[in-house]
């Protein structure tokens, strides 16, 4: 079987959910090809071939289409039914020739499924994987179901209409998709993200000390994170003669915000930016920190989350999206409806004052559930159920 998954670009050694997917793949014989609109040498995994280049020059640009126009003569079965499938939608020739050379690498492949990452990469190329004779399949994540589609309404009709299956990380993301038009007859496996459960496990006996808390949140420094949020409740807290330390991983463009913010609240040296950090320097981060916060105002599942409680963390998250199926309320850690400070900083003072027994019960409850649903070895045999492919058994473990 050959696959190909549409991305943006190749994914990042941190992105594990793309690289054990692949790897799973490849592992029971399916040949997998990643589409990207740039390269990364220091990606490996399957070949990766680039979408048509697009220049500023004028002439440049047009010895770019007479180039690729060139080597689709050989595919001009595929072409006339990607034409006729775009006129038949609609299309105005002028687009129908522009889509022509943006979906070339596309319209050249020989695939059994086309697999488009986001949502927002089929934008465009709905008709390919018929032309081509594949079968269509889409993700769901977070921004391109959430956030998306309420900018740009009724923008997936054509995805809708072409999609042969359907991949969700979480049930709000697929609910959302309905209410965006997603045709309920359309088949759908949600398989949700997976960790490396024998890399982020501790070593240490969790213990739960009285002295300074340390909170610690790991992410895009993004608005759909909601640390400004979070800032707030941590201000409350520090209103109540609470003192922290509060670290925050990730790096991003709202950097200068929300350090601001920590600034006008009046705690900045109780905050710390530590950047973006490899694996084994969040693992360490996480060993010393004694609550996981992700007081996020959109989120498709996080990983981080599952990376937290899989060390054995005291987890607080919001109710956004794949959040509420991540965390089990009292049960593997704590949900707090988004956009109330105030009840967040309630919920880390009540786990502050927590007898050590119940934090350790709660502790024990989440490292237990994403070591049996959430390892990498399940997720990967999820994804040759959902492309139909055999399993090795003795390749993919049923649990860890």
């Not at 990207?36 to 490996?44: G, H, K, L, M, S």
């Not at 740009?152 to 359907?166: A, F, G, I, Q, T």
Request: charged residues 25%; glycine residues 6%; aromatic residues 12%.
């Amino acid at each position: 079987m050959r696959i190909g998954i549409v991305l943006s670009q190749p994914p990042g050694y941190s992105e594990t959910f793309f690289r054990s997917k692949i790897l799973g793949l490849q592992e029971n014989g399916v040949e997998v090809n990643l589409f990207c609109q740039v390269i990364n040498d220091e990606f490996t995994l399957c070949p990766v071939i680039v979408s048509s280049r697009v220049s500023k020059n004028p002439f440049l640009q047009l010895w770019f289409f007479i180039k690729e126009f060139i080597l689709l003569l050989p595919y001009v079965s595929t072409v006339i039914r990607y034409v006729k499938l775009e006129r038949s939608e609609g299309t105005g020739w002028g687009q129908v020739f522009k889509k022509l050379y943006l979906n070339a690498h596309l319209l050249k492949a020989k695939l059994d499924w086309l697999h488009y990452g986001y949502a927002t990469m089929a934008l465009g190329s709905e008709t390919v994987a018929k032309a081509i004779g594949a079968k269509m399949a889409v993700s769901f994540r977070g921004f391109d179901i959430t956030v998306y589609p309420v900018k740009h309404p009724n923008c997936y009709r054509l995805l809708w209409k072409y999609v042969d299956k359907v991949h969700t990380i979480s049930d709000d993301l697929l609910n959302l998709a309905l209410k965006h038009g997603l045709s309920k007859d359309v088949p759908v496996e949600k398989i949700t993200p997976a960790i490396d459960v024998n890399l982020f496990k501790t070593s240490k006996e969790v213990q739960y000390k009285l002295g300074v808390p340390v909170f610690m949140t790991t992410g895009r420094l993004h608005w759909k994170k909601g640390l400004v949020a979070t800032l707030e409740a941590l201000a409350l807290l520090k209103e109540q003669g609470i003192n922290f330390v509060y670290k925050i991983i990730g790096e991003g463009k709202e950097y200068e915000r929300i350090a601001f913010a920590a600034y006008q609240l009046g705690f900045k040296d109780s905050v710390q930016f530590l950047g973006k950090l490899p694996h084994a320097e969040v693992k360490s981060e996480l060993e010393e920190a004694s609550i996981y916060i992700q007081y996020s105002i959109q989120e498709g599942f996080c990983n981080a989350v599952l990376e937290a409680q899989a060390m054995g963390k005291l987890c607080i998250v919001s109710n956004a999206e794949g959040l509420t199926e991540n965390v089990l309320h009292g049960k593997t850690g704590w949900v707090v409806p988004k956009y109330s400070p105030h009840l967040l900083a309630e919920q880390i003072k009540k786990v502050l004052l927590m007898e050590e027994g119940r934090k350790l019960e709660m502790a024990q409850n989440a490292v237990k559930r994403v070591r049996e649903e959430f390892h990498v070895q399940k997720q990967q045999r999820e994804f040759l159920e959902f492309y139909g492919v055999s399993t090795k058994s003795e390749d993919l473990p049923q649990s860890v």
